[in-house]
Structures are given as C-alpha cells and as structure tokens.
Antibody, heavy 120, light 108 residues
C-alpha cells in the first residue's frame, strides 16, 4: 500500500532554510486524483496546513507562510519537497506530509512526521 | 473561515457516548473531515464528506451536520478511542485548508 515518509534535518538555525522531503512508496505520485501536502504541528498545539502541490507542479500555499515557502515535486523520484526560508523559533514543529484527495478535499494518508527544531 | 471545536477537553467513561462539536465561523458550502490523533502518532482520517467513514473506521463513529454546526459522535467508547480529534474544512477561493484546534477525549 502507499506510504509516505518524511526526511530532512532535525535542527535548523534561525534565519536559515528548512528543507524536508517526502518520499511516496507503493504507488506513483502521478497516478490517481491526489494532491500532495505539507502540514505542521507545534508541540502541544493543533494542525496547520502549509501548502500543496499537484504532480504537475501546480502549488497553493497558506497565506500565513506564502512569502517564505516553496513546494516542489520530483516525479522521477516519487518525492515532493518543502522549503521554508527565514525560519524562526515559531517554525519549530512536527512536519507531516500527507496525501490529499481531489474532490473530497481531505487527507487520507499521512507520513509519521519529522520533528524540526529551530535553534542556534 | 475559523473552525472552533468544543469542548477543548471531554471526559467520558468507557462504554458511553462522546459527542464532539465543530463550529464554522460562516456557513460552509463544502463538507468537513475529522481526524483522530493518538499520542506520538500522526493524525488518522476518520470521516470525510461530513458523514462518510474512512476505510476501516467502525460504525460507532458517526458524523453529521451542515452549515456552521458539525458533530462527531462516538458510541460505546473503547480505550483506543481516547485521543485528540480535529475537524477540517476546505475553502474554495482561494484554496485553503483549516483545522479546528482539537478536542481531547479523555477517560473519566
């Protein structure tokens, strides 16, 4: 079955760029009516949707981070990636990648999450 | 659109029914989804289209509502049901997804 797995550094310095990759296994990122998302959760807090990409590369972002975020897709590697620039302590969180379903607009599969701490 | 969940914490005895509420700041033209998050785990899809259970979710989970008021009811609570529950909605213009702040369901 399809699985998602986040990878990337667990520690990022303030003002630098947070970079994470989500690898999709068990199915092609280009198949089916899906879009691919990043969602984060600060410790003890709720969920915040960061943005999404389609396999075509078309993206949409949360206005709260839009000026600092890019999401790209690499169909040859079955991966999509998150870059968040100029990070601060407020960006410390568990970052999840998740599969979204077109039309139903929900997230049916999630990665296990990657904890990222912003600290010098 | 802001999604407000209540109560923040709900204490219920095993075997009883829990009723969780999610209120939208304006009437929704779309359906909502519900997720369950156990400690140390990623969220798991429970319900979509407001009232359709996700694959493998037992029938004791019931979703309902429309407009601004939505409810997740869990009958015959079992130990594995004690977790945090989030509602989620989707805006169409511009595309945006928002979650409620969560309801923690704890054992009474």
């Amino acid at each position: 079955q399809v699985q998602l797995q986040e990878s990337g550094p667990g520690l990022v310095k303030p003002s630098q760029t947070l970079s994470l990759t989500c690898t999709v296994s068990g199915g092609s990122i280009t198949r089916g009516n899906y879009f691919w998302n990043w969602i984060r959760q600060p410790d003890g807090k709720g969920l915040e949707w960061i943005g999404r990409t389609y396999s075509s590369g078309s993206t949409t972002f949360n206005p709260s981070v839009k000026s600092r975020v890019t999401i790209s897709v690499d169909t040859s590697r079955n991966q999509f990636s998150l870059n968040l620039t100029s990070v601060t302590a407020a960006d410390t969180a568990v970052y999840y990648c998740a599969r979204g379903v077109r039309g139903l607009m929900m997230f049916d599969l999630w990665g296990r999450g990657s904890r990222v701490t912003v600290s010098s | 659109i802001v999604m407000t969940q209540s109560p923040a914490t709900l204490s219920v005895s095993p075997g009883e029914t829990a009723t969780l509420s999610c209120r939208a700041s304006q009437s929704l033209a779309t359906n909502i989804a519900w997720y369950q998050q156990r400690p140390g785990q990623a969220p798991r899809l429970l319900m979509y289209g407001t009232s359709t259970r996700a694959t493998g979710i037992p029938a004791r989970f019931r979703g309902s509502g429309s407009g601004t008021e939505f409810t997740l009811a869990i009958d015959s609570l079992q130990s594995e049901d004690f977790a945090i529950y989030y509602c989620q909605q989707h805006d169409t213009g511009p595309p945006m997804f928002t979650f409620g702040q969560g309801t923690k369901l704890e054992i009474k």
